[in-house]
């Protein structure tokens, strides 16, 4: 599909298979746009991705995602996020392996409060040229990675970021 846009509440439902083996992929050759929605999965691995290589790519906006298991966001160009919500390994066996967020952007990702959870949650990983983070709680009992093209780490610049660089401001861990 040229775009995708979900708005309102979508459920996909994987009835007869719970285990890590399987995953649905959600994407469009152009922008995807998650607003005012609850989405969610309860299979074991969700990825949503975009194709567009503009500041416009992705958009996840007032809204929840709930996996399974672990769950996988990327975008060719900007991933922007405001007030959204990751819920992950809601489909977990009690022997199954911890689940991770994987949130990529080929150039930016700009997030406006962003709050985690999940039971079994491991690691938050997010990647882009630029990571501009405000208003997020990672959790405390994650390991959260963040790679930008730099490696240099800013605080309190995210109305003045600094490109190449993970700026932060009032994010805790």
Same mark, same amino acid.
Not at 140 to 149: K, N
């Given at each position: 599909a040229k775009?995708?846009?979900?708005?309102g509440d979508v459920q996909f439902t994987n009835d007869d298979n719970k285990a890590e083996d399987n995953a649905l992929a959600i994407g469009a050759a152009d922008n995807v746009m998650i607003s005012n929605a609850n989405l969610s999965y309860?299979?074991?691995?969700? *990825?949503?991705?975009?194709?567009?290589q503009t500041a416009d790519s992705m958009w996840l906006a $007032?809204?929840? %995602?709930? &996996?399974? /298991?672990?769950?996988?966001?990327?975008?060719?160009?900007?991933?922007?996020?405001?007030?959204?919500?990751?819920?992950?390994?809601? *489909?977990?066996?009690?022997?199954s392996d911890p689940d991770?967020?994987?949130?990529?952007? $080929?150039?930016? %990702?700009? &997030?406006? /409060?962003?709050?985690f959870s999940g039971s079994k949650l491991d690691d938050v990983y997010m990647e882009a040229i630029t990571l501009n983070l405000r208003n997020i709680e990672f959790p405390?009992?994650?390991?959260?990675?963040?790679?930008?093209?730099d490696g240099s780490l800013h605080f309190d610049t995210y109305s003045t970021p600094v490109v190449g660089g993970?700026?932060?401001?009032?994010v805790k861990h």
């Open positions: 775009d995708l846009t979900v708005i309860d299979g074991a691995n969700l *990825a949503i991705g975009s194709g567009d $007032n809204t929840s %995602i709930k &996996a399974g /298991g672990n769950l996988a966001v990327g975008s060719l160009g900007t991933l922007n996020i405001s007030s959204a919500e990751i819920l992950v390994g809601q *489909a977990n066996q009690p022997n991770n967020v994987y949130l990529y952007a $080929n150039d930016l %990702i700009q &997030a406006n /409060g962003l709050s405390a009992t994650s390991d959260v990675l963040l790679r930008s093209r993970v700026n932060m401001t009032d």
